[in-house]
Structure formats: structure tokens, C-alpha cells
């Protein structure tokens, strides 16, 4: 994995003009430390397979090289990806201690991954066997290699440390290709002017001549490129957690309509209940903080799901709920530190980059995610664990981007003015949080553009919830005969995140080009249609193309809309604003799950599901006759 890191690396960055000089200039700290703990790490390996390293002094010559390895990648943390490699770099080295010097790797993924246990032989690997009882978890737990990766040339096993290592060394490689030689060192900066009327962070010195490209500048930033990993890994564990989840309540509930439609309800009702309360105090304390302490308790929640699915089913609904009200905290804070990341006119790309993330996540976890489900059999419960621990590795990315804080109380016209609106004050932070609260609802009421993309969405998007909540159901249905349900599944919400990949490197490419406001139209509209049509179909094959284009609908509503609003909203009000709209759009979300779920129990899936379009194809062109939405 990390040398296929390297690899996309290098790829991507030739691909975008750049040059190995620059690479190879490249100021790294400690460099005779790397290159030293490098040479011992292959050394090792060399004299394992020749059998002269005594067992005893075997874990200490691991212990000693991955501590180097680990202390020299945090010296240089800010360098774009290299907080990840460290934290990978970690995380392997943890479970190959607790082994005595042996990377263990999982023999149900081992077969999983199509490769034969028993020829399997390395030496630096040892497999082990058994349930994921109290034992798997002394030789390491979720930290072990246990990610089955069935694809050719790439076959292999893989840790989730692999992955943040394949990926911080992939950023790295990728945005020292692009950028400059280096002006004064790593941690030389330059400020950057934004459209807000003032000073975005620093970003990097040798940032300045890369390529111009906004996706490209994006990763020469290493505070972005450290969010969008953490978004990546914690992303990847939430799809093979949901998908588990999925199939663990279908399951204790004899594949009900009305207790998956109640699932997917709690994921979504505490954005609704929560999300004002939460999107105010976001805006009172350190965004940076809420995020991470969000991440950590996340990580806490979803560990726990294994063992109330074992006591009663409902107690799972539950801790989803708890689960969703967490993150009700996380997502506006992530919303409104964006803007103080990257400039003014890289944002629409940042969002696009970030819902690129997602889905990238969406083809490989769920794809992988249906498979890794298929087999665990009666060890579920490690999808969620291996979730906890990617909630956790977030936790740690994020807390190393430095996030500069917003000032309270100021002229705040930064967003509306920039957009023409008329400037915006708030209170002092003495002010109550209930009247923050009402500060950005009278704030959105206020804002035409604001408040009719709202309306919009709340409208069109009962047509998605519909369809998250029944699509398990009918997808099983027309899988039937030709593969199991959860790699049905898992390949149906891989076909949508290959629609949302493609929209999110399309939007990022026309990101001041795009007119934001018939994007929105079209997209709902699209989405709308290609719902009935999907109500219609009895093919798997066409399910998945439908599905694709439902992807590239989402994004293209979501991206554009999230962007008119950090680029319309003052920074201080940004955290409430945000989450008041989420609450109103995810309480139509928890709506559709819930009664559609009772509406197919009564009437069947088809039906709701075209019903359901129809209304979302209607919504969208509704926006045709509005005028602020059709000037955004």
C-alpha cells in the first residue's frame, strides 16, 4: 500500500506538469535520521529472510526503526501529507510490538482477498486465526492488517494504518511534484488576501509558483490536505460500518421496511433537534476542537454498537441517534473552519475536493465495505470497531491543522458583502445562546438567496430519504439470482459515488465558471427523474446506472449550495447558519425515511419511490420560477 501511495503520486503529479526536480529539492528535516531508519527498515527485512536476527532482539530492532520513522515524519508534519504518514506509521508499528516484532495479518481476510492461507509466508507477517474475542484484540484488534483488497496487481491484505500511510505519502509525492523549490524552508509561509477583507492563513511559501490549477494549489496546503485525509479515512470506516449496520437491524428485524426507515431516521432527526443549538455554540468555541472532540467521541459510540445489537435492537437505533447528534457538531464546525483554511476563491473547489473525499470513499468502501461484510459472518462487529479506529486517526489529522479563529463582534460583512448583500453585525459573545440562535435564523430569513436554496432543498430532498431508506430493499430484490444482497449493495452505492466523484472533479474545474444557481435546478430535477426511473426498472445493471446518475445529481446540488452559503454568510455567523439549514433539510430527510418507510410497507417500494421522484423533479424546476435562485 505505501508504494502504491508513492505511485498515484507520482502519476498524479506528472499528470499535472510537475517536475522530479522539485522532489528532489525538496528540505526535509532530519534527513539522516529517515535515510537511517530507513536503510535498517530494509536492512531488517534482509536479514530476517537470511535468519540472522535472534527472536529476542527482533522486537527491539522494530520498536527502534518505526520510533525514528514516526519521530522524523512528525518533524516535518508540515510538509502536505506527512502528519498521515506519521500517524499510519504509528499505528503499524503498535500492532507489529504487540506481536513481537510480526505485522499479524487476519486469515479471514487473507481469504477474502482471494489469496491462499496456506501458502501465505512473509517474513515480517504472521497470520492469525480465531474469533474477534479478547485474544484478537492482544494481537492488535482493528490495527491489524484485516482489509481484504480482492482487486488484481493490487491483491493484498491492508491496515488501516497502510491506507493513511499509502495516503499521506501519495499527497506528499503529488504536491512536492507541483510545487516550486523551496524559498526558505518547510514552515516559511506567506499570506494570502481573500475576498472576506482579510488575511487567510498562511499558506506555505513554495506553494506560491504551483501550478494553477484550484485542486492543485488545494494540495500544496497542508492544513487542507490534512482534513481531506482525515475525511477520506474517517469516511472509508463509515461505509463499511453502514453498510453492517444495514444488514445487522434487516437482519433482527426479518428485512423490515419500517425499522430500516427508523434507522435511517435517528442518522438524520438529531441534525434537526440538535444541529441550531449545536451550529451556536460552534460559533462561540474553537471549531478545531469541536471537530476533534467530536471525532473521539464518534469513535467511542460506534465501538459500542456491537454490543447493544447483542441486548435489543432498538438500544442500535439508539446509539445511531447519539451518533448523529455528535456529528451534528462536527459537520457545521467543518463548514465553517473550511473557509479559513483556503482562500476566498478556492472554496467552491475545497467543497468539491471534500465531496470527492466522500465518494471516493463511497466507490472503494462500499464496493470493498459489501464484500468485507459478506464475510465477517459473525464477526460484524469489526466493521464498527475498524470505524472507531478511523474516527480516531481523523481526530488526530484534524488537531494538527492550525485553524485561525474567528474574531466576534466585528463588521462581518465579509461574505455578504462580497456577494452584495448588506453587512451583517452580532452581538457580543455575552449574548445568550438562544438568541444566537435566532441571530442566524434572521440571518437566513433575511437573505434571499439563502433562504430560497433552502426552501428548495427541503422540498426536493424528500425524494432522498426516500431513496436511502428503501434502496437496501429493493436492490436485494433485484440482486436475487445473480449475487448476495450486501455486495449488491455495496456496488449500488459504489455506482453513486462514481457519479459523485465525477461531479466533484468536474465542479472543482469549473469552479469560476459555474453558475451556482441553475446548477442547483438541473440537479434536482435530474435527481427526481432518475428516481422514478429507477421505481421502474427490474434490472440490477440498470439500477447501477441510474445509480451513478443520481451521484453526479447529488453533488451537483450540494456543492454549488454549501458554497453560496460560506460565501454569503459572515465567518461568525457561519457555524449557526449552517446548521439551521441543515436542520431544516435533514428534518425533511428523517421525515422521508420514516414515513417511507411505512408508506412502502402499506402501498410496496415501487410506488413510494416514484411518488417520491416526481415530488423531487417538481422541486427543482419550481426553481425556475424564483428569481434569486435562478441569479445565484
Known amino acids: 500500500m505505501p508504494a502504491l501511495g508513492v505511485f498515484l503520486g507520482?502519476?498524479?503529479?506528472?499528470?499535472?506538469?510537475?517536475?522530479?526536480?522539485?522532489?528532489?529539492?525538496?528540505?526535509?528535516?532530519?534527513?539522516?535520521?529517515?535515510?537511517?531508519?530507513?536503510?535498517?527498515?530494509?536492512?531488517?527485512?534482509?536479514?530476517?529472510?537470511?535468519?540472522?536476527?535472534?527472536?529476542?532482539?527482533?522486537?527491539?530492532?522494530?520498536?527502534?526503526?518505526?520510533?525514528?520513522?514516526?519521530?522524523?515524519?512528525?518533524?516535518?508534519?508540515?510538509?502536505?501529507?506527512?502528519?498521515?504518514?506519521?500517524?499510519?506509521?504509528?499505528?503499524?508499528?503498535?500492532?507489529?510490538?504487540?506481536?513481537?516484532?510480526?505485522?499479524?495479518?487476519?486469515?479471514p481476510s487473507v481469504v477474502a482477498a482471494g489469496l491462499n492461507p496456506d501458502g501465505f509466508h512473509s517474513n515480517f507477517h504472521r497470520l492469525i486465526v480465531g474469533p474477534v474475542d479478547a485474544s484478537f484484540f492482544a494481537h492488535g484488534g482493528p490495527l491489524v492488517d484485516i482489509i481484504p483488497i480482492p482487486v488484481p496487481v493490487i491483491q493484498s491484505v491492508a491496515s488501516i494504518g497502510d491506507?493513511?500511510?499509502?495516503?499521506?505519502?501519495?499527497?506528499?509525492?503529488?504536491?512536492?511534484?507541483?510545487?516550486?523549490?523551496?524559498?526558505?524552508?518547510?514552515?516559511?509561509?506567506?499570506?494570502?488576501?481573500?475576498?472576506?477583507?482579510?488575511?487567510?492563513?498562511?499558506?506555505?511559501?513554495?506553494?506560491?509558483?504551483?501550478?494553477?490549477?484550484?485542486?492543485?494549489?488545494?494540495?500544496?496546503?497542508?492544513?487542507?490536505?490534512?482534513?481531506?485525509?482525515?475525511?477520506?479515512?474517517?469516511?472509508?470506516?463509515?461505509?463499511?460500518?453502514?453498510?453492517?449496520?444495514?444488514?445487522?437491524?434487516?437482519?433482527?428485524?426479518?428485512?423490515?421496511p419500517?425499522?430500516?426507515?427508523?434507522?435511517?431516521?435517528?442518522?438524520?432527526?438529531?441534525?434537526s433537534l440538535v444541529g441550531p443549538v449545536a451550529g451556536a455554540l460552534v460559533d462561540r468555541w474553537d471549531r478545531k476542537r469541536v471537530m476533534v472532540a467530536s471525532d473521539l467521541l464518534r469513535a467511542a459510540i460506534v465501538c459500542l454498537i456491537p454490543a447493544a445489537s447483542g441486548l435489543h435492537v432498538g438500544l442500535v437505533v439508539g446509539l445511531v441517534f447519539v451518533l448523529a447528534a455528535v456529528s451534528s457538531f462536527f459537520r457545521p464546525a467543518r463548514a465553517a473552519a473550511l473557509p479559513q483554511v483556503v482562500p476566498d476563491e478556492d472554496l467552491l473547489s475545497a467543497n468539491s475536493a471534500m465531496w470527492v473525499a466522500d465518494t471516493v470513499s463511497d466507490l472503494a468502501g462500499y464496493g470493498l465495505g459489501g464484500l468485507f461484510v459478506a464475510f465477517l459472518g459473525s464477526s460484524l462487529a469489526l466493521a464498527f470497531w475498524l470505524d472507531g479506529v478511523s474516527y480516531a486517526a481523523s481526530a488526530a489529522l484534524v488537531a494538527a491543522v492550525a485553524i485561525p479563529p474567528i474574531v466576534r463582534g466585528a463588521a462581518a460583512a465579509g461574505g455578504a458583502a462580497a456577494a452584495g448583500g448588506a453587512a451583517y453585525r452580532t452581538a457580543p459573545v455575552t449574548t445568550s445562546v438562544r438568541e444566537e440562535m435566532a441571530q442566524g435564523w434572521r440571518f437566513l430569513t433575511t437573505e434571499a438567496v439563502l433562504l430560497a436554496t433552502t426552501v428548495q432543498?427541503?422540498?426536493?430532498?424528500?425524494?432522498?430519504?426516500?431513496?436511502?431508506?428503501?434502496?437496501?430493499?429493493?436492490?436485494?430484490?433485484?440482486?436475487?439470482?445473480?449475487?448476495?444482497?450486501?455486495?449488491?449493495?455495496?456496488?449500488?452505492?459504489?455506482?453513486?459515488?462514481?457519479?459523485?466523484?465525477?461531479?466533484?472533479?468536474?465542479?472543482?474545474?469549473?469552479?469560476?465558471?459555474?453558475?451556482?444557481?441553475?446548477?442547483?435546478?438541473?440537479?434536482?430535477?435530474?435527481?427526481?427523474?432518475?428516481?422514478?426511473?429507477?421505481?421502474?426498472?427490474?434490472?440490477?445493471?440498470?439500477?447501477?446506472?441510474?445509480?451513478?446518475?443520481?451521484?453526479?445529481?447529488?453533488?451537483?446540488?450540494?456543492?454549488p449550495s454549501q458554497t453560496l452559503f460560506q460565501q454569503r454568510t459572515p465567518g461568525e455567523l457561519l457555524g449557526r447558519v449552517v446548521a439551521i439549514r441543515l436542520a431544516l433539510v435533514n428534518g425533511v430527510l428523517a421525515l422521508s425515511m420514516a414515513t417511507s418507510g411505512a408508506l412502502a410497507q402499506a402501498f410496496g417500494i415501487r410506488p413510494v419511490l416514484a411518488a417520491c421522484g416526481l415530488l423531487t423533479a417538481a422541486a427543482g424546476l419550481a426553481g425556475l420560477a424564483v428569481r434569486p435562485i435562478r441569479r445565484a
Open 10 to 107: 507520482l502519476v498524479l503529479g506528472f499528470l499535472a506538469g510537475g517536475k522530479l526536480d522539485n522532489l528532489l529539492n525538496i528540505r526535509v528535516r532530519w534527513l539522516p535520521v529517515l535515510l537511517a531508519a530507513a536503510g535498517v527498515r530494509f536492512g531488517l527485512d534482509a536479514a530476517l529472510a537470511a535468519g540472522d536476527i535472534p527472536d529476542g532482539l527482533r522486537l527491539w530492532l522494530v520498536l527502534v526503526t518505526y520510533l525514528l520513522l514516526v519521530l522524523v515524519l512528525v518533524a516535518n508534519r508540515s510538509l502536505p501529507g506527512l502528519t498521515a504518514a506519521a500517524l499510519g506509521t504509528a499505528a503499524n508499528g503498535i500492532a507489529i510490538v504487540a506481536n513481537g516484532g510480526w505485522m499479524p495479518v487476519w486469515r
Open 163 to 256: 491506507l493513511l500511510l499509502a495516503a499521506g505519502l501519495a499527497a506528499f509525492v503529488f504536491a512536492a511534484l507541483v510545487r516550486p523549490p523551496v524559498l526558505a524552508s518547510a514552515s516559511a509561509s506567506v499570506a494570502i488576501p481573500t475576498a472576506r477583507g482579510a488575511e487567510a492563513p498562511a499558506w506555505p511559501a513554495w506553494t506560491m509558483g504551483a501550478i494553477g490549477h484550484s485542486y492543485v494549489r488545494l494540495a500544496t496546503n497542508g492544513a487542507f490536505s490534512a482534513m481531506f485525509i482525515s475525511q477520506v479515512i474517517s469516511s472509508l470506516g463509515d461505509r463499511v460500518h453502514q453498510i453492517a449496520l444495514v444488514f445487522l437491524v434487516a437482519g433482527a428485524t426479518n428485512n423490515s
Open 258 to 271: 419500517l425499522a430500516l426507515g427508523l434507522v435511517f431516521a435517528a442518522m438524520t432527526v438529531p441534525t
Open 457 to 559: 432543498a427541503a422540498i426536493a430532498e424528500y425524494g432522498l430519504g426516500a431513496l436511502m431508506a428503501l434502496s437496501p430493499l429493493l436492490v436485494a430484490a433485484l440482486a436475487l439470482g445473480s449475487t448476495d444482497a450486501p455486495t449488491a449493495y455495496g456496488f449500488f452505492e459504489m455506482a453513486m459515488g462514481a457519479g459523485l466523484v465525477g461531479g466533484g472533479v468536474v465542479l472543482g474545474g469549473l469552479a469560476t465558471r459555474l453558475p451556482k444557481g441553475p446548477a442547483i435546478i438541473a440537479a434536482f430535477t435530474a435527481l427526481g427523474i432518475a428516481l422514478v426511473a429507477l421505481s421502474l426498472t427490474g434490472s440490477l445493471v440498470v439500477a447501477l446506472i441510474l445509480a451513478a446518475g443520481m451521484g453526479l445529481a447529488n453533488v451537483t446540488f450540494v456543492v
